[in-house]
C-alpha cells in the first residue's frame, strides 16, 4: 500500500521568512499525483498545490512552490514570504490517477510574528 | 458558489450510541467522499462515492458504519454502535473529477463518544 510520511510533526517561521516542509512517499507506480492540503484551524482544508509526476518542472503557485525529486520520492513544500494567515495544518498526500488520495499524517505550522 | 455543508457540526454521545451525520456536496460534483481524521493523524478514506454507487468502501468498518447517497446528491453517514474509539472529525469531501485528486471539504463533524 502506498504510504506519505511527514517527518515534522511541527515547524516555526517567523513572518515574512521561508519555510519548507517534507514530505516521502512510496510507490511503485511512475504515474500518480502528490499534493499539498493546507487545514486551518476550525477551517476546512483546501487544496494548496499539486503535482503530476510525469512532469519535470516543479509546480508554483504564488508564495507556494515545492520540490519534487522523483528518483528520491521526495515532495517538500516551500512557502515564501510567510504569512500570519499561512498557519495551519499541511497535509502531503498522494493519488494514483483516479484512485483515492492518501494523506500524511500533517504537519503544524506555526507562524510568529 | 456554495461550498460542502456538513451538519451538525458537533456531537457527543455515550458508546454504544447510534449519530448519524449528513453532507451535501458542491453542485455537480458527482464524487463524494468521507473521511475519518482521529486526533493527530491525516484523514483516512472511509468511502468513495461515484454519483449513487460505492467506488471503494475497503476502509469502512462495516459492522457498525454505514453510508448512502440518495439520488447521487446528498449523503449519510452512520455509525451504530460507536465505540470510544470512533471519536473524530468525519470529514465530507467532494470532487467533479475522480482523476485529478482536488478535493473540497466541508468543515467538518466532530464526534465525541464518552
Known amino acids: 500500500a502506498q504510504t506519505v510520511t511527514q517527518s515534522q510533526p511541527e515547524m516555526s517561521v517567523q513572518e515574512a521568512e521561508t519555510v519548507t516542509l517534507s514530505c516521502t512517499y512510496d510507490t511503485s507506480e511512475s504515474d500518480y499525483y502528490l499534493f499539498w492540503y493546507k487545514q486551518p484551524p476550525s477551517r476546512q482544508m483546501i487544496l494548496v498545490i499539486r503535482q503530476e509526476a510525469y512532469k519535470q518542472q516543479n509546480a508554483t503557485e504564488n508564495r507556494f512552490s515545492v520540490n519534487f525529486q522523483k528518483a528520491a520520492k521526495s515532495f517538500s513544500l516551500k512557502i515564501s514570504d510567510s504569512q500570519l494567515g499561512d498557519a495551519a495544518m499541511y497535509f502531503c498526500a498522494y493519488m494514483e490517477y483516479g484512485n483515492k488520495l492518501v494523506f500524511g499524517a500533517g504537519t503544524i505550522l506555526r507562524v510568529k510574528s | 458558489e456554495a461550498g460542502v455543508a456538513q451538519s451538525p457540526r458537533y456531537k457527543i454521545i455515550e458508546k454504544r450510541q447510534s449519530v448519524a451525520f449528513w453532507c451535501n456536496p458542491i453542485?455537480?460534483?458527482?464524487?463524494l467522499y468521507w473521511y475519518q481524521q482521529i486526533l493527530g493523524q491525516g484523514p483516512k478514506l472511509l468511502i468513495q462515492f461515484q454519483n449513487n454507487g460505492v467506488v471503494d468502501d475497503s476502509q469502512l468498518p462495516k459492522d457498525r458504519f454505514s453510508a448512502e447517497r440518495l439520488k447521487g446528491v446528498d449523503s449519510t453517514l452512520k455509525i451504530q454502535p460507536a465505540k470510544l474509539e470512533d471519536s473524530a472529525v468525519y470529514l465530507c469531501a467532494s470532487s467533479l473529477f475522480r482523476s485529478t485528486g482536488e478535493l473540497f471539504f466541508g468543515e467538518g463533524s466532530r464526534l465525541t463518544v464518552l
Open positions: 453542485s455537480g460534483h458527482a464524487t
